[in-house]
């Protein structure tokens, strides 16, 4: 224990002697750890939104007036049945009124309008999907079924091939993203790796006679090793800190907007709730990161 | 104790350091090793506080055989053999005070274990003044004293010298002298290396000549000859 305290000591100690290197540590942890978070939160972003239109998108199988309830709870544990669906909901004539009402002030006028001539709104099956792409088929499915007969129409038919491509490139964006992300993040990860690699090297280069000073009066090879692998996780502290600094006003400014235009509030709420996770998280990959590298540096320089 | 038994290092540039060396110290004894630069003291010196290993041979010391010693194990070998370099090996960004505890911490000694025996060996060295200067600022012979008295915290029962009065004027290195005579008064191993023969022939103790890896000379009262 007291060896544990002497070596973060002596670790936290030669972070602050070597400033010159550790600034440039720091810095490089910096922009790495700003940059993970970026592309975490655009690809948490992203999904969320596609989420949120693939909910939108669903399969609507709209109900002809004269179906009876039997027939209609026939079809819908068949659909229920189907391989690609999760659930199917029943909505009567009467609750696809009241979400006309609620829906804006127009629809409150068109619902009063539509009770007027007697509801001409028609009852529905909202399916969901496991995924979006089968829609086709699963349309298609549904509507060789011989329960399907009561069905005058489906989401699917009713779109035109501009909406279709435009979910398409939703999803095209969306893997492109990811990708992408992935990609920067994992080159500035290794970037980061580098320069903290040889930042290390460079420290142990200027304190070899130390090391060897160490290694004459006894020290373990922790107690070498240690002060470095400090040194290393300092960085992370720092570098993270400094970023989570930086995200505050970004996050602001970047998170108005996208509520604002976007009306992505889904994904910043998301942000919001879990922040002591992500400042967590920011922080244990920048430690990580930094006693990896040092780890490495140690075990390649270090002859003990 | 140490003991080499036909002790031979040769480097992997085929170099021959020690060709079948072999000597026998008593404990409390007080040696002088010399010999040409290149004949071979330095590697024995490394190879006592088993910084080099021999390429054949066999090293006892105390009651340590270093052919069976765990790896994990030399650097508590290191802290029961005192070592002292020509070049003082301080480490600058440290006190006086500072670098004779370090000794202790790597120890893992508890601090207040360290604050009492620190100051105690400082007054033994005669460096309780300067316990507060860093290594720049203080004269060669202190530095020494100070490396002496870092070798000496752990009451090794071996110090080894190699060469300590190497950059040091006559002055000095007379007092780094008495000052490891005084240490073997109290019981300690002393083993020193040094080129200065004024040094060696007044003090009247045990001489190990060594020539081109070679044993050449063991004398109970020796001189300095090459």
Do not use: C
């Not at chain 1, 001539?117 to 792409?133: C, F, H, R």
């Not at chain 1, 920067?184 to 690699?197: G, P």
């Amino acid at each position: 224990m007291i060896t544990f305290w002497r070596v973060f000591k002596s670790g936290f100690r030669n972070t602050f002697r070597h400033a010159w290197l550790s600034t440039a540590a720091t810095a490089i942890m910096f922009v790495t750890l700003l940059i993970l978070t970026f592309f975490a939160f655009s690809i948490y972003f992203v999904q969320t939104q596609l989420k949120d239109v693939q909910q939108k998108i669903d399969l609507t199988l709209f109900i002809s007036d004269d179906a009876k309830d039997e027939q209609i709870k026939a079809l819908q544990s068949k659909v229920l049945q189907s391989s690609g669906v999760t659930t199917v909901q029943f909505v009567s004539k009467a609750d696809a009124l009241k979400r006309l009402e609620n829906s804006s002030e127009e629809g409150k006028k068109l619902a009063k309008s539509a009770t007027e001539i007697g509801n001409p709104l028609p009852a529905s099956l909202e399916v969901k999907l496991v995924k979006i792409d089968d829609i086709g088929n699963i349309n298609k499915t549904i509507r060789g079924y011989s329960e399907g007969t009561i069905i005058t129409e489906t989401s699917y038919d009713s779109r035109d091939d501009n909406r279709k491509g435009v979910i398409e490139n939703i999803i095209r964006i969306s893997n492109a993203v990811t990708r992408v992300g992935g990609v920067l993040s994992a080159v500035f990860l290794i970037i980061a790796l580098l320069i903290i690699f040889n930042t290390v090297r460079m420290a142990i280069f200027t304190r070899r006679e130390e090391i060897e000073i160490m290694k004459l009066v006894g020290a373990t090879k922790w107690f070498i090793r240690g002060p470095f692998i400090i040194e290393g996780s300092m960085y992370g502290v720092f570098g993270a800190t400094i970023a989570l600094l930086a995200l505050v006003p970004i996050s602001r400014v970047v998170g108005q907007f996208l509520v604002e235009k976007l009306n992505a509030g889904v994904a910043v709420d998301y942000f919001g709730a879990n922040i002591l996770l992500i400042v967590l998280a920011i922080y244990a990959i920048g430690v990580f990161i930094g006693a990896i590298s040092s780890w490495l540096a140690i075990s390649r320089h270090l002859k003990l | 104790m140490i003991l080499l038994d036909r002790v031979t290092v040769i480097y992997p540039n085929k170099t021959v350091a020690l060709s079948g060396a072999s000597l026998h110290i008593q404990p409390k004894e007080f040696v002088t090793i010399v010999g040409a630069s290149g004949a071979g003291k330095s590697t024995l010196i490394r190879l006592l506080i088993k910084e080099e290993e021999p390429t054949s041979g066999k090293i006892i010391v105390g009651s340590i055989d270093y052919d069976t010693i765990d790896k994990s194990n030399i650097p508590h070998l290191r802290r029961k053999i005192g070592v002292v370099f020509q070049d003082f090996k301080l480490l600058p960004n440290l006190t006086v005070y500072e670098n004779v505890a370090f000794a202790l911490e790597v120890s893992g000694v508890k601090t207040k274990e360290i604050k009492r025996a620190v100051p105690k060996i400082l007054q033994l060295v005669g460096l309780s003044e300067k316990a507060r200067h860093y290594p720049g600022e203080i004269s060669g012979g202190e530095k020494q004293r100070t490396a002496i008295a870092r070798a000496l915290v752990r009451n090794p029962k071996i110090l080894i010298a190699d060469e300590p009065t190497g950059n040091l004027d006559p002055k000095n290195s007379w007092d780094i002298i008495e000052l490891l005579l005084k240490i073997n008064r109290f019981g300690t191993t002393v083993v020193l290396t040094t080129h200065n023969k004024d040094i060696v022939d007044a003090l009247k103790k045990r001489v190990i000549t060594i020539s081109r890896g070679r044993v050449v000379k063991d004398e109970k009262v020796g001189k300095y000859t090459l």
